[in-house]
């Protein structure tokens, strides 16, 4: 059975940083992606990272704040965030790929993930 669970979500002060963890069992070999949902607002991606570790892409404005990786040896793929901002605070999701690689041009499109974690909710304080 695949699992995906997040991890690491907290209270971190505006312009900190957290790093968010996703621990895998029951697959191996998958792309990972990173996914958020913010109160009201639609789930948006925010990172997805082939099978091999190489590459990854970031939504809008997100790759100079957030850093995807992965350990494969671990079963683990991270999301780090810099720089905290207002509009980060979310409840952020760790999902598993149908393929082994992220597409491109549409690595976001929700329906190429087919495992879902709960979600780990980052908060800042100002």
């Known amino acids: 059975q695949v699992q995906v669970m997040e991890s690491g979500g907290g209270l971190v002060q505006t312009g900190g940083s957290l790093r968010l963890s996703c621990t895998l069992s029951?697959?191996?070999?998958?792309?990972m992606g990173w996914f958020r949902q913010a109160p009201g607002k639609e789930r948006e991606g925010v990172s997805c990272?082939?099978?091999?570790?190489?590459?990854?892409y970031y939504g809008n404005s997100m790759n100079d704040r957030f850093t995807i990786s992965r350990d494969n040896a671990k079963n683990m793929v991270y999301l780090q965030i810099d720089n905290l901002k207002p509009e980060d605070p979310a409840l952020y999701y760790c999902?598993?790929?149908?393929?082994?690689?992220?597409?491109?041009?549409?690595?976001?499109?929700?329906?190429?993930?087919?495992?879902w974690g709960r979600g780990t909710q980052v908060t800042i304080s100002s």
């Open positions: 990272i082939h099978a091999s570790g190489h590459p990854s």
């Open positions: 029951g697959l191996t070999g998958a792309a």
């Open positions: 999902a598993a790929g149908l393929y082994n690689y992220c597409l491109r041009d549409s690595w976001s499109r929700r329906d190429t993930f087919y495992s």
